[in-house]
């Protein structure tokens, strides 16, 4: 996901800031967790071995009612290019992956890299970085109180979401044609870009044998809103245009979705999109 947040390296409290209506805003040992996760994050350097995240038993019961939970939808509701690489990339259900060994899997199949970093970025640089096939990932997850949602992209968010996408070719190369678009676009621009990132490869719908698939990763990684957005949302024919102007709100479910009539075609459609804005 792409809102901006600023994540620094000085202090203990403020080293990963939480928002007041956080579910671990006042759990002290929760962010005294995230902080030491964000360390790890801000002491890699690009070409080191990506580091590692020993995860509490808390957390690994975190991931596995995640999953408890995601999977019917998943078999309802996720598209088929999808499925096809979520077997491909074959996450464990029981422990919650590491970046690592994702990596060798979705590398060989498109020469992706999941690379960590301690919480949000710029649209600018996160969109970017997709450009040179480097997907900013975090490695914290979600607050114990609240397994089934996160108001900020967590290591479910990453994993669920999107690493089972990076093993497609096409979902991969038009992660590239993002970042090559949002490169040099001006800020204008970019606005326009992010909108159209975030209503296909968040929160993408399209139709596949005249019924409603997903493959947007924040659909895929959400247990209500995947579990609700047919009814839930007021769901729109898909138009890149139109969505370029469409804002929208990371905070809340999706009160709008843009849906393809084809996965092809999406693929065809915003590829041109974005070929056409680059500089």
């Known amino acids: 996901m792409t809102v901006s947040q600023v994540v ?12 007041p209506d956080h579910p671990g805003f006042r759990d002290e040992e929760y962010r005294r967790r995230r902080n030491a996760i964000a360390r790890i994050a801000l002491a890699y350097q690009e070409g080191d071995p990506v580091p590692e995240v020993t995860y509490t038993d808390g957390e690994q019961e975190i991931w ?5 939970s995601l999977e019917p939808l998943h078999a309802r509701y996720a598209c088929d290019a999808y499925r096809t690489c979520a077997k491909q990339v074959r996450l464990d259900r029981i422990r919650i992956p590491q970046l690592r060994d994702v990596n060798e899997i979705i590398s060989r199949a498109t020469g992706f890299r999941m690379l960590p970093v301690a919480g949000l970025v710029s649209p600018r640089t996160f969109l970017s970085y997709l450009g040179r096939q480097v997907f900013l990932a975090t490695q914290y997850i979600r607050h114990v109180s609240r397994p089934l949602y996160t108001p900020e992209p967590d290591v479910v968010h990453e994993l669920v979401g999107h690493a089972a996408t990076f093993c497609h070719p096409g979902l991969a190369g038009l992660n590239r044609a993002f970042g090559q678009a949002a490169d040099r676009a001006d800020d204008e621009t970019l606005k326009g870009i992010e909108r159209l990132y975030w209503y296909t490869l968040e ?21 209500g809103e995947l579990g609700g957005f047919e009814t839930n949302a007021r769901l729109t024919p898909f138009d890149p245009d139109e969505i370029a102007r469409t804002p929208y709100d990371p905070t809340c479910y999706q009160k709008v979705l843009f849906v393809a009539p084809g996965f092809a075609a999406m693929l065809r459609d915003v590829t041109t999109w974005l070929d056409s804005r680059r500089t």
């Open 64 to 68: 596995r009612t995640v999953w408890n």
């Open 203 to 223: 929160f993408g719908v399209v139709r596949q044998e005249n019924a409603l698939k997903v493959y947007g990763a924040g659909l895929l990684s959400s247990f």
């Open 8 to 19: 620094h390296a000085g202090g203990t409290e403020g080293l990963v800031p939480l928002d």
